[in-house]
């Protein structure tokens, strides 16, 4: 039995640190898979508890230098980033006045060692406490025999620090030899405020990403009317139990899935289904927590509660989606993997160059040179590039009605060129319905009879006319002798009169033959024949309607390029005239449940990239086999578990809604990736250098600091444009 966890990680600042806790997490005993997300701070780990634990899992990322702690239940992520966030904000305040009186300092106090010491009075609090923690976290990396961002920072600034320090307080030794006393404490300050300033942006975007979340867990209230001993009482959410009546007034969240027992109300389900109109509600009908009861006051029968929720699912697959990779990560985790050790080489190699063959002072130039390598090269960008724009394509999903179960989702979606749609409840309403009653004499009086015998029947053929016969607002009469013939139909008597419901061969059981041309054979459904007393008297057409958005839905998707195809049990005449209907053009009709799977497993072997949409759970094999499964909330939850994607609005514009979300989504991290890797390739060699000896060029550390910034705050703001896709 395999069991998942998500441990909030805290230190982790580049994807070399992301990088290095999931490779350690992977090699642990009992660990299946871990995935390690720079963007939310969280390691997801799939485990056999057998084999190891939660707690053992906290010990192991501990060991490689960073903090963790068991996960709180019900917990975002966003109290994590808040206090991050709130923690950076003083560090950043002093780092950046330090950095505006080092700036100003120089225009009102010539070149001495009265300046010197100054500035060196300045950096201090900035070194010592508002960027203390990149040295630390660089001690804790080297400690593990390991090199990550603050390594970088560390050794960048920590050179340009220590070498000013000797020269303010060793100035006479150094004009003794000719060398002029010059320091660059401003650099060490204005890199280290640079930096925190990129840090404290991406913390506030991760707790906009994070709003998703914030907002579903919103969705629940603290406590809740409950009547107890007759008596109303307010008690806390937690210790609601499954069968307390539950008391939800105009303006109140429902707090628990239940049935309504009384009362009525329009309640505002869009935080399933993204739709604003209210659904109005009826004793017996269904509730969802979260959703917002809009007028009367009902009462509530709990069905599930807690961890058991529809909302408590929801919560449950965006956090995992968001804390999840798709392939085109693997790219930038092998290049973070060795990306810092090459930085230091590179940096290494930089001021052995300038050192030997640049101009004088050539010790000056050499450092300079090879600490501005160390800042540019910061892998901030590249850390960010994928799980930031997964995190926010996920919760902007979660906001129009699509869950989204991961990265590896995303990745594949977006890919897609075959829709193959199941057809009951999923192109149509899957819920038969009268759509034509013919009767010899009087269409009223078979419809009644029929409905009559049928109404303690809970085949869905018979609850179909059974309905029709209320909503023609005829008065059904008592059955005696109900008898079923399965496969066939039913037969009873009703006022004295022997009726037979059914199909042709429950005619035929009873010595009638039917009229071929009664049957309707013109039109699609399925033909009930009613026959009262030995005589035909008529028959009723049942079709399965088409959901209303279904064709304008098929269009959608064909125009994106996709082939949409159709796989149903049912008839060839009936899936045509679906098929007809909705502009559906390739259909495969009469396939046994069991053979979806091996229809999709078919058109993978002809090269499609399938997504397979469906409702039940017969279609649960193949929403599997798909590359991408597609589930209706409104089927089960064998289908749902086994989709990758989850539609709340239960029917298929979700569908292409869903498919260009992915396609944005992939290309804005191609587009994340794309500038973090041209950044790297020519920050680096400018940093070093390069454009010197031709132009007379050079980047200060300072320079270096804002371009690395400015490049993590760039892939940022770029995901953060998937929250209007």
């Not at 010539?110 to 203390?132: D, N, Y």
């Not at 060839?572 to 495969?588: D, N």
Request: charged share 15%.
């Amino acid at each position: 039995m395999t069991e998942v966890v998500t441990i909030p990680v805290t230190g982790m600042t580049c994807a070399a640190c992301s990088a290095r806790v999931e490779r350690t997490l992977g090699a642990s005993p009992g660990v299946e898979a871990a995935n390690v997300n720079l963007m939310t701070a969280e390691a997801t780990v799939s485990f056999n508890p057998a084999t190891t634990s939660a707690e053992t899992l906290v010990a192991t990322i501990r060991s490689t230098g960073y903090g963790a702690e068991l996960p709180v239940a019900d917990q975002s992520g966003e109290s994590g980033q808040q206090h991050h966030a709130e923690d950076l904000r003083p560090r950043l305040a002093v780092s950046l006045v330090a950095a505006v009186l080092v700036m100003l300092l120089p225009m009102v106090i010539a070149p001495s060692g009265t300046q010197r010491f100054l500035l060196l009075g300045l950096t201090l609090p900035v070194i010592g406490w508002a960027g203390k923690a990149f040295f630390t976290r660089a001690w804790k990396a080297f400690r593990h025999h390991s090199a990550d961002m603050n390594t970088l920072i560390a050794v960048g600034t920590g050179a340009a620090f220590g070498y000013s320090t000797v020269v303010t307080l060793k100035a006479d030794w150094f004009t003794s030899h000719g060398i002029p006393p010059q320091v660059y404490f401003e650099a060490v300050v204005w890199i280290i405020a640079l930096i925190l300033l990129g840090n404290h942006l991406e913390a506030r975007a991760r707790g906009k990403a994070s709003e998703a979340i914030r907002r579903l867990i919103g969705l629940r209230p603290e406590e809740v009317q409950v009547l107890r001993d007759g008596r109303e009482v307010t008690v806390p959410l937690q210790t609601v139990q499954v069968g307390d009546e539950i008391v939800i007034r105009p303006g109140e969240r429902v707090p628990v899935d239940g049935i309504l027992l009384s009362g009525s109300s329009a309640v505002d389900e869009s935080m399933l289904t993204g739709e604003p109109i209210p659904v109005e509600k009826a004793p017996g009908a269904s509730v969802t927590g979260g959703t917002l009861n809009q007028l009367g006051t009902f009462h509530l029968e709990a069905t599930r509660v807690g961890e058991r929720t529809v909302l408590a699912r929801i919560i449950r697959l965006v956090r995992e989606a968001q804390g999840s990779k798709p392939p085109i990560q693997r790219l930038a985790d092998r290049i973070s993997a060795v990306f810092v050790p090459v930085v230091i080489s590179i940096a290494i190699a930089t001021f052995v160059i300038w050192f030997d063959i640049g101009p004088q002072p050539a010790y000056l130039h050499a450092m300079v040179a090879g600490v501005t390598v160390l800042i540019i090269a910061c892998p901030c960008a590249m850390g960010l590039a994928v799980p930031t724009a997964v995190m926010v394509a996920t919760g902007r999903g979660a906001g129009i009605g699509v869950l989204i179960k991961g990265g590896e989702v995303i990745e594949l979606a977006s890919k897609v060129d075959m829709v193959v749609l199941d057809k009951t409840g999923t192109v149509t309403e899957g819920r038969p319905r009268v759509v034509d009653v013919h009767g010899l004499e009087d269409s009223n009086r078979v419809l009644r009879l029929a409905a009559s015998v049928e109404q303690g029947s809970e085949h869905p053929l018979a609850q179909a006319i059974v309905a029709a016969a209320g909503a023609a607002g005829l008065t059904l009469e008592a059955v005696q002798g109900f008898a079923a013939s399965p496969g066939r139909g039913a037969h009873g008597k009703v006022g004295g009169r022997h009726v037979l419901v059914g199909n042709r061969q429950l005619l035929l059981d009873h010595g009638l033959q039917a009229d071929p041309a009664l049957a309707g054979a013109d039109r699609p459904g399925t033909v009930v024949f009613v026959a009262i007393d030995d005589r035909l008297a008529g028959w009723l057409l049942i079709t399965d309607p088409i959901k209303p958005n279904s064709a304008a839905a098929v269009r959608d998707l064909q125009s994106m390029g996709l082939e949409v195809v159709m796989i149903t049990g049912d008839n060839q005449a009936t899936a045509a005239s679906v098929a007809a209907e909705t502009g559906i053009e390739r259909v495969f009709a009469e396939v046994l449940p069991e053979h979806k799977r091996d229809a999709v497993l078919r058109f993978q072997q002809e090269g499609h990239l399938v997504a397979m949409v469906g409702d039940g759970v017969n279609d649960a094999p193949a929403l599997a086999q798909a590359d991408v499964g597609i589930a209706m909330s409104g089927g089960s939850d064998v289908a749902i578990e086994a989709g990758g994607i989850t539609l709340m609005q239960n029917d298929l514009t979700g569908v292409p809604r869903a498919l260009r979300l992915t396609r944005r989504t992939l290309g804005i991290i191609r587009q994340n990736l794309f500038w973090a890797f041209i950044y790297n390739l020519v920050g680096i060699p400018i940093a070093a250098g390069i454009l010197y000896p031709g132009f007379g060029l050079r980047l200060s550390p300072a320079m270096a600091a804002a371009a690395m910034a400015v490049s993590s705050i760039s892939v940022i703001t770029n995901s953060l444009r998937l929250r209007h896709a």
